[in-house]
């Protein structure tokens, strides 16, 4: 019973936590530390002897597989090769930089055996697409800088991984009584080092490679239902993951990972809904890993770190972390702007979290009084890390001029006359707007109008890449095809939040039995329940246009429509710099100083007590944007 407690509590606080972080904007990772931190050595809530089974490293080690196979999904050869210099430098020449600076970083001020320093700096190489992604995703950096830092953070985990291993298994050879001593014994440690990077690397192409070609194989020739794609995608993984283990150890990292950039670059079969569900699995996986991993540790540990691990991590985020990526990117086409922003992106994740708490286990037989320092530190420089990147890094990318803290601007899918009409009322207020649609024809109208518009097809697996989303936030949803749109909405919510996601109905959701919204309608209603994309046509077909007005003093909806007149409604609120869109369960209503942006008929919106018109003097009449 007390085990079932245990594991029903890690569910609740996993996912709780990540639900707080969204509430309140904080790094998930550092509120599931401090969750399983509290339930597990400070109350005991959770018992941290029942986390001390036999069972643990592996779940954990499958599960960091199955989170680097979904980060490999995520990855495109097209930007590999357009941005292949500094990638591969930051995997490579940085990590080598990180290694050694970070070494002597914990050997000077931690004090450890040099044996130990080596070992810690090779564990802190790691970032991590766990933390990498959900930042990058809340920034937004404009350009290519995103896929570099989205390449670097996954592709660095399996790197960093492997080389820990290595420097793990070249430790316990040097340190065996039985094995020679001097230039032999160096000489072993070196072809040991080589025969362990040449069997990971051939394991993980072979073996990710031939698993990836047996999916879609078999999703190709349809040899299984569409309900199994899943379950047998992640049975293939979990069966690669543990025969490159097999093979070495920790070379199943890489292997999904290679798996997952197999998959996402091949054009045979469609991977959106196996992409989505393992998406889905590691918001999961990474909330109980977390949970799990900090609730199992000692309190007495913790009397080894102070104001000296505190200092570790000042050094590695201002020195080291810096030099490897200056380093790296020396030579490269990227601007200084770029390698600062790169610079100011390290945070550790759940690989530097699980690679520790196991070598603690294996370091007793040799370095029992150190073993007990090494997670400790491990732990707090990840939440040293992870609090000082994500709570910084947004305010440092709009410093540096690659971002938009809150961005605000709208994507509208759908350019007909109607959506370029009020794009072009939001970008003259000051919105960033962007507009995309498979007609040509709307396209170049939009463009003729100053919008930036782009024909494509918003279903189209590449189109994530090929938008510039930076200062983008909202995503609007205006073709007159419900399941389309649906579809629309479904294969961009790995971009936007759902909150921010708008959906206009084809038709009026009244028209509907009993006023219900339709299940497969995705997205918040836009505008309201009463709106649709034929009645928008229509009212701009019957002198309609769309109208800007500040008012006065806060008002209700119901006023502002009685003040717009029967046959009108507003869209928007422009708060500042904050954009509001009205739906139907969208509750804010104006205040004094708010612009408002509505839809009304031509003479109808007029000044009165309650309203005036924005940059309008002595008129009496509302000024027509355009």
């Not at 400790?376 to 939440?383: E, N």
Request: charged content about 15%; proline content about 4%.
């Amino acid at each position: 019973m007390t085990f079932l407690f245990g594991v029903a509590l890690i569910l609740i606080l996993g996912v709780g936590a990540q639900w707080l972080a969204w509430q309140t904007r904080l790094p998930s990772i550092l509120l599931l530390l401090v969750a399983g931190f509290l339930a597990g050595p400070v109350s005991g809530i959770i018992d941290p002897t029942v986390l001390q089974g036999e069972w643990v490293y592996p779940f954990v080690s499958i599960s960091i597989g199955i989170i680097l196979f979904e980060g490999g999904l995520n990855l495109r050869l097209s930007e590999l090769q357009e941005e292949r210099g500094p990638i591969l430098n930051l995997i490579t020449i940085g990590v080598l930089v990180t290694w050694i600076l970070g070494s002597g970083a914990v050997y000077l001020i931690e004090d450890f055996r040099v044996e130990l320093s080596v070992l810690t700096g090779a564990i802190l190489v790691v970032t991590g697409p766990t933390v990498v992604m959900p930042l990058l995703r809340e920034i937004r950096p404009k350009g290519r800088i995103g896929a570099v830092a989205k390449w670097e953070g996954i592709t660095i985990d399996p790197v960093g991984a492997i080389l820990a291993v290595l420097v793990l298994e070249v430790l316990l050879l040097l340190n065996d009584p039985e094995s020679i001593r001097g230039t032999a014994g160096a000489l072993d440690a070196t072809l040991h080092v080589l025969e362990g990077i040449g069997l990971a690397l051939g394991a993980s192409v072979v073996i990710g490679g031939a698993a990836a070609a047996l999916i879609v194989y078999t999703l190709r020739r349809r040899l299984v239902p569409g309900y199994l794609h899943n379950p047998l995608t992640l049975t293939l993984v979990v069966v690669a993951f543990v025969g490159a283990e097999a093979i070495q150890h920790e070379a199943g990292l890489l292997t999904t990972t290679l798996m997952g950039l197999a998959l996402a670059n091949q054009s045979y079969v469609p991977v959106n809904r196996i992409a989505e569900f393992k998406e889905n699995l590691q918001v999961l996986l990474l909330g109980v890993l977390f949970i799990v991993l900090s609730a199992r540790l000692d309190l007495a540990t913790f009397e080894y770190v102070g104001g000296r691990t505190l200092l570790l991590i000042g050094v590695l985020i201002l020195v080291v972390r810096p030099l490897a990526v200056f380093v790296s990117c020396a030579g490269t086409t990227l601007s200084w702007r770029e390698q600062a922003f790169l610079a100011w992106l390290a945070p550790r994740g759940i690989v530097a979290a699980a690679v520790a708490s196991l070598f603690a286990f294996d370091l007793q037989g040799i370095f029992p009084e150190a073993a007990d320092a090494l997670v400790p530190v491990v732990f707090l420089v990840i939440v040293g890390t992870v609090a000082i990147y994500g709570l910084t890094i947004p305010y440092v990318a709009h410093w540096l001029g690659l971002a938009d803290p809150n961005p605000e601007g709208v994507l509208f899918v759908g350019a007909d006359t109607w959506v370029q009409r009020i794009a072009e009322t939001l970008q003259d207020l000051g919105i960033t707007v962007q507009l995309i649609d498979s007609n040509p024809d709307h396209v170049q109208r939009a463009r003729t109008r100053g919008l930036h518009a782009e024909r494509g097809d918003v279903l189209s697996e590449s189109v994530v890449e090929e938008l510039d989303l930076s200062g983008i936030g909202r995503l609007l949803i205006t073709i007159p095809n419900d399941e389309v749109a649906s579809l629309a909405a479904l294969h961009l919510s790995e971009i936007f939040d759902v909150n921010d996601i708008f959906q206009l109905p084809a038709r009026s959701t009244r028209e509907h039995a009993e006023g219900e919204v339709p299940e497969h309608l995705r997205g918040h209603l836009l505008f309201g329940n009463d709106t649709s994309c034929e009645r928008m046509r229509d009212c701009f077909d019957h002198n309609h246009d769309v109208f800007v007005v500040e008012t006065d003093r806060a008002m209700t909806r119901a006023e502002m429509e009685e003040h717009f007149g029967p046959e009108s409604f507003p869209l928007f609120i422009v708060r500042g710099t904050q954009l509001v869109v009205l739906s139907d369960e969208e509750t804010k209503q104006p205040r004094a100083g708010d612009h408002v942006v509505v839809l009304a008929e031509r003479g109808q919106v007029q000044k009165t007590e309650a309203l005036s018109i924005a940059d309008a003097e002595s008129s009496t009449e509302a000024v027509e944007l355009g």
